[in-house]
């Protein structure tokens, strides 16, 4: 993925790509709902018990068990490349990624943590590099009504929030999930004001 240049699509074979995708999915990559009993999942250490616990849902990616199967998946790329050549391999990566985005998705649409009217966004080269965006979109289009990929949306969000964080969310939740519509720092002001005078009664 560093490596990596427009160029280098150029002659894959997007069906073999698809294929060995699929292949590395099912013998591979395993992504759910993290289980209570887990403290790694993946190359991650997690509490779900504690997460749970507070109301947050986790959902993890893995290879195998614990990463377990990463040897396994550097054996595939290898024998990808030797088979397939290398402009396949990357556009085999670009399906692995759009299908881990698939995944994730659907694991958090079937536990309802993603509501109605939400929009999906993509950040960070796993997901905005080569062919990616286009095929993220054929596996999501159903989902979401719109969906916005960002080359670094930490520094671009950290830019907004600087700007105005009562742009953000509604009156009673400042931060997150407001979109489009004005500020909201005058409605922010009245129901303070609002509540400074219940305090004082």
Request: charged share 30%.
């Amino acid at each position: 993925i560093d490596l990596y240049k427009r160029s280098i699509l150029k002659g894959a074979d997007w069906k073999k790509a698809r294929e060995n995708a699929e292949m590395v999915h099912e013998k591979v990559i395993d992504i759910r709902k993290v289980p209570e009993d887990r403290r790694r999942f993946g190359t991650v250490p997690v509490d779900p018990e504690a997460a749970y616990d507070a109301g947050t849902t986790l959902i993890g990616c893995d290879a195998g068990k614990n990463g377990d199967k990463l040897e396994e998946l550097t054996s595939i790329g290898h024998e990808i490349y030797q088979e397939d050549g290398i402009h396949t391999l990357f556009a085999t990566l670009d399906y692995v990624s759009a299908l881990i985005a698939k995944r994730l998705i659907d694991e958090a649409f079937e536990e309802e943590v993603i509501e109605d009217g939400s929009v999906l966004g993509v950040t960070g080269r796993a997901g905005i590099t080569g062919e990616k965006p286009r095929l993220i979109l054929e596996y999501v289009n159903k989902r979401f009504k719109d969906v916005v990929f960002v080359s670094d949306a930490l520094a671009l969000g950290a830019a907004v929030m600087a700007r105005c964080m009562n742009s953000m969310g509604t009156p009673h939740t400042p931060i997150g999930g407001r979109q489009k519509g004005p500020c909201i720092l005058g409605m922010r002001r009245k129901l303070q004001r609002k509540k400074e005078e219940k305090w004082i009664e």
